[in-house]
């Protein structure tokens, strides 16, 4: 069994470029969450998917950035022209829904996909 | 709000028990969580606790919630080099999305 897989691991481009990350849920899990974690900070929360719908975003995901999971699987976070501001490491994760369907099932993370910006 | 605070740095002997501390602004969370990050690594789930619980025991870990004073802790027992990383609480609010505290870097002096 496999955990929740990110890729790439890191990615270092220059200052306008777009880039795409992709994350792989554990294959169970229909809930997906994309955070952004700065360096000293905790996680912030940027998104979230219950299978291919989007029902979250935070005000943090600006217009520059999109995610999709189209068939409720995988899921790609796409950063159009970056900005040095938007080096951070790249965390996702999932989760199981519970019976209730409230999101008391603890989030799994992936190793995340660190951004660097020239 | 939404604010979770923790300290920055714990220093411990190896042997010797950790307690790391958090405390959170919101009384709607639901559950409370606590993550573990090794360098270049993402977060690992360590335990959780269900708000209306007062203590959980996992192993080497326990956990104390003290909702009144939205207060959590986690004490490890018996602290070993590789119980060194950064330790984060979490808390959950029903909304799909966890609140994270800036983190506690533990280091364990062998």
């Known amino acids: 069994d496999t955990g929740v897989s990110q890729d790439p691991r890191h990615k270092i481009t220059k200052r306008g470029q777009n880039v795409t990350f992709r994350c792989d849920p554990i294959?169970?899990?229909?809930?997906l969450y994309w955070y952004r974690q700065t360096l000293g900070q905790g996680p912030e929360f940027l998104t979230y998917?219950?299978?291919?719908?989007?029902?979250?975003k935070s005000r943090l995901l600006s217009d520059r950035f999109s995610a999709e999971r189209p068939k409720g699987s995988f899921s790609t976070l796409e950063i159009q022209r970056t900005e040095q501001g938007d080096s951070a490491m790249y965390l996702c994760a999932s989760s199981l829904p519970d019976r209730l369907g409230r999101s008391n099932q603890p989030q799994h993370f992936g190793d995340g996909t660190r951004l660097s910006i020239l | 709000g939404e604010d979770v605070e923790q300290s920055l740095f714990l220093s411990v002997r190896e042997g010797d028990s950790s307690v790391i501390n958090c405390t959170y602004t919101?009384?709607?969370?639901?559950?409370l969580y606590w993550y573990k990050q090794e360098p270049g690594a993402g977060l690992q789930l360590l335990t959780y606790?269900?708000?209306?619980?007062d203590m959980k025991q996992d192993q080497r870990l326990t956990v104390l919630l003290n909702k009144k004073d939205k207060h959590l802790s986690l004490r490890i027992a018996d602290t070993q080099t590789g119980d060194s990383a950064i330790y984060f609480c979490?808390?959950?609010?029903?909304?799909?999305?966890?609140?994270f505290g800036t983190g506690t870097r533990l280091k364990v002096l062998a």
């Open positions: 979490a808390e959950d609010m029903g909304t799909y999305k966890y609140i």
């Open positions: 919101d009384s709607s969370s639901t559950y």
């Open positions: 998917f219950q299978n291919e719908a989007q029902l979250e």
């Open positions: 294959s169970e899990h229909n809930r």
């Open positions: 606790i269900f708000s209306n619980m």
